[in-house]
């Protein structure tokens, strides 16, 4: 499996980046997946999981409302759209792939190279 992410960059607080997240090898449909992210000095830290089907999204409480997980299973796709960007959520987020929905990182099997989002102030 391999895991592509995409979509970092520079924005002002309050703007808005959509971070993408490539699957390839296996089914993209057996998996759930998630995004991580992790600050200098800090531990990763769970972030939005989405189930296989989409049916079911889980969010750290401080990105409540202004982020949205979703997926593209037609085209091996995980977005994460982040609105209302705060300092605090500058980080090299990172993609990954799992057996199901989960908010520790051991239970996640495959993961990406991470793209770094920094938000000024």
């Known amino acids: 499996v391999q895991l592509q992410a995409s979509g970092g960059g520079l924005v002002q607080a309050g703007g808005s980046l959509r971070l993408s997240c490539a699957f390839s090898?296996?089914?993209?449909?057996?998996?759930?997946m998630g995004w991580f992210r992790q600050a200098p000095g800090k531990e990763r830290e769970f972030v939005a999981t989405?189930?296989?089907?989409?049916?079911?999204?889980y969010y750290v409480d401080d990105v409540k409302g202004r982020f949205t997980i979703s997926r593209m299973n037609a085209k091996n796709t995980v977005f994460l759209q982040m609105n209302s960007l705060k300092p605090e959520d500058t980080a090299v987020y990172y993609c990954?792939?799992?057996?199901?929905?989960?908010?520790?990182?051991?239970?996640?099997?495959?993961w990406g190279q991470g793209t770094q989002v920094t938000v000024s102030s």
């Open positions: 090898g296996r089914t993209f449909s057996s998996y759930a």
């Open positions: 989405i189930s296989w089907g989409g049916g079911s999204t």
């Open positions: 990954a792939a799992g057996g199901g929905v989960g908010r520790q990182p051991v239970q996640y099997d495959y």
